[in-house]
């Protein structure tokens, strides 16, 4: 399966947006889910969003439901997630990663991941 590629972060103000990409190889299995997790300094990586790669049904931790969305282009095996009114304690480093569908579990190992900055 081989690990994700992630891509897309930067430096940002407080209220500003950024769209990051998770390129994979595709899926062994037909019905599975990705998820975007984030890792701050000193802090456990949490996931944040995740989508089931059949059926596009969604789920985000309360941390960022109603600004970020997460999405897919599975004609280009590649899950995407805008992320907009950003605030400072959204920095973190961004990975993407196979997951059980319903739960942050991971099932794939992580790539290099992609960091987000946001300043006030």
């Known amino acids: 399966q081989g690990d994700p590629v992630e891509s897309g972060g930067g430096s940002v103000q407080a209220g500003g947006s950024l769209k990051l990409s998770c390129a994979t190889k595709g899926y062994s299995e037909r019905s599975t889910c990705m998820g975007w997790f984030r890792q701050a300094p000193g802090k456990a990586r949490e996931g944040v969003a995740a989508i089931h790669t059949t059926n596009n049904i969604t789920y985000y931790s309360d941390s960022v439901k109603g600004r970020f969305a997460i999405s897919q282009d599975n004609a280009k095996n590649t899950v995407y997630l805008q992320m907009n009114s950003l605030k400072p304690e959204d920095t973190a480093m961004y990975y993407c990663?196979?997951?059980?569908?319903?739960?942050?579990?991971?099932?794939?190992?992580w790539g290099q991941g992609t960091q987000v900055t946001v300043s006030s």
């Open positions: 990663a196979v997951v059980r569908c319903g739960s942050w579990y991971t099932l794939s190992s």
